[in-house]
């Protein structure tokens, strides 16, 4: 039988030490705490120096507003805090820090030394440190500029069970640097210093602009990530987002450029990770991770971030509204960043190497007119050189590459592709789709001709087919250089979102979705939440064409489903639904059955490799690519073009050097 134990106060020392369980996890959780104290107190510089990964030293130095005297003492007691007074403060947190028990908690496993000033003149200052068992804090006079220091030596010194489980010196110091890279970008507009070993890591001057912004990500991230990724920002009924979106083709094999922050604070939250992954569902390839810097700007009374001790995670109050504007405004931008724009094309991961090129003849040359005959001694040369030897492109070049390019085929100045098959759900099956394949023409409908004339001195972003290569690829010449097509990615991909726009409608317009009754309704056996999911959301599930009753407290019936899904296991996919349902406030899985089926129809009507096509056809699957969303990938996210500059085409063959 166990002893009964009486009821007692903790000794305050062990009662940090068990708080500091919570906060202080090893010195990356030291410093992502000192660093938002010094943020909330206004600094606009803030300097870190560590020693021996932050086991042995971690100071961090900032000029803001200072504590005052009589202040110090209660700086390192627990549940003190100049943040919050009461529930409406809580209610609406806009500050970093504001638990009262971080300074408490890394003071109890450590020897912590705290200075500050709030005066202008440095020979002012106090210095307060916690001694003894008690943890009384003493406070003496000591110079020092105006703002805070802290000083946290020998972590867990007092604690070995936990100082064991520190890792290597470069460990430890690699999770330092990455809560320093997640601060410096929650606040771009401070100044920032790393130092360790008396070695300074990163020097960050402060970004009042978006090219002040830019040089600070490509300090943070690499030059990769600020070439390869678009800069949105979107404002709509109280919510704001803004940052930087990594292009499809720029994906990293682990998640660790994933950077999201709520009213500055960095979050790792399960519902907005759902919507920003839903966003690259259709461009992303398999096991692959986007990269992204986003910051959402919201009302702090609707988010609550109270749900953590370590406060990464946060509550929206309205979490559908939240997940639906991410995801439309990431989708959009994603969809709009069309092939021939600048980075788009741009494939950071190492391809697998093809085969050689084989020259292009000019054979057809001889009987276009003299304009033609000086344009082939100087074949589609757009750029020039100045007097540097850099390149440049003048009108004068362009305008003669056009010209040159009507002479050497006057016959094929519109597109001459028939349309596409018809798309399920809109009168065809997959049987009629393959049918298709066989009579139609390679490549999708255009109604634009293959050369438009808008502009006589600007060639289109994908320039012009110059070649077909092996029967699978396009050479196409740009006014930046050589641009290479995978034209049975290209194609997949503009007919996959035809068929997309066919059968689900439009964006702002009834989609073609056809629904078929079942013959014997499915049963499902559910529980009393899902039952309940399955009332509030019946318009939800009906505007996706299944129709869900409720037969009794814990049962379901199916009528109704997608004619695309008559043969899927409707049991699971409403039930998975239902599960999105109720914890992210919606659900794509059926969108995203019928997707998968219509990239398998577009796959198998698309452009077959092997396939010759004429220079009319390329042309006009180039400009379709241009008009086409999300076509910088195929359905399964791989890459559909390249593109070779000519000052990289020049550093193949030494030229210049």
Known sequence: MTDRQHIQVLDPRLANQIAAGEVVERPSS?????VENAIDAGSRRIEVELESGGARLIRVRDDGVGIDEEDLPLALSRHATSKIASLDDLEGVASLGFRGEALASISSVSRLELMSNVEDDPTCGWRVVVEGRRMEPRVTPSPHPRGTSVTVRDLFFNTPARRKFLRTEKTEFGHVEEAFRRQALSRLDLGWVLRHNQK?????????????????????????????????????????????VGLPTHSRAQADQQYFFVNGRVVRDRLVAHAIRQAYRDVLFHGRHPVFVLYLEVDPTVVDVNVHPTKHEVRFRDGRMVHDFLFSSLHRALGEARAGQPGEGAVTEEAPAGESASQVTASAVSEVAESAGRWQQQPMA????????????????VRAFMEGYRALHPDHEESLLTPQPSAPGAGGNAAEVALAEREASPVAASSAAAMPEEDATKAPPLGYAVAQLHGIYILSQTERGLVVVDMHAAHERIVYERMKTQV??????????????????????????????????????????????VAGPETLLVRQVPTLLVDADVELLVRDML???ERYGRSDRL???????????????????????????????????????????????????????LKELDRLFLRGQ
Do not use: Y
Request: hydrophobic share 40%.
């Open 579 to 581: 599960s999105d349902l």
């Open 30 to 34: 030291v410093v992502k705490e000192l």
């Open 504 to 549: 689900h409608g439009a964006a702002g317009n009834e989609g073609g979705l056809q629904a078929q009754p079942l013959l014997v309704p499915v049963s499902l056996a559910a529980s009393a939440a899902e039952v309940a999911t399955a009332e509030a959301e019946r318009d939800a599930f009906s505007r996706l064409g299944v129709e869900l009753d």
């Open 382 to 397: 757009l750029h020039g050189r100045d007097e540097s030897g850099e390149q440049k492109v003048t009108p004068d070049r």
């Open 200 to 244: 300074t890591i990163h020097q960050l001057s402060p970004g009042g602009d978006l090219i002040g912004h830019e040089r600070r990500l490509q300090a943070l991230l690499g030059k990769a990530f600020l070439e390869n990724a678009l800069h949105l920002d979107i404002e709509t009924g109280g919510l704001r987002l803004w940052g930087w």
């Open 591 to 645: 969108e995203a059955h019928i997707n998968e089926l219509l990239s398998t129809m577009a796959c198998h009507g698309s452009v077959r490799a092997n396939r010759q096509l004429t220079t009319a056809e390329m042309n006009a699957l180039l400009r379709d690519m241009e008009r086409t969303e999300r076509s910088g990938q195929c359905n399964h996210g791989r890459p559909t073009w390249t593109e070779m500059s």
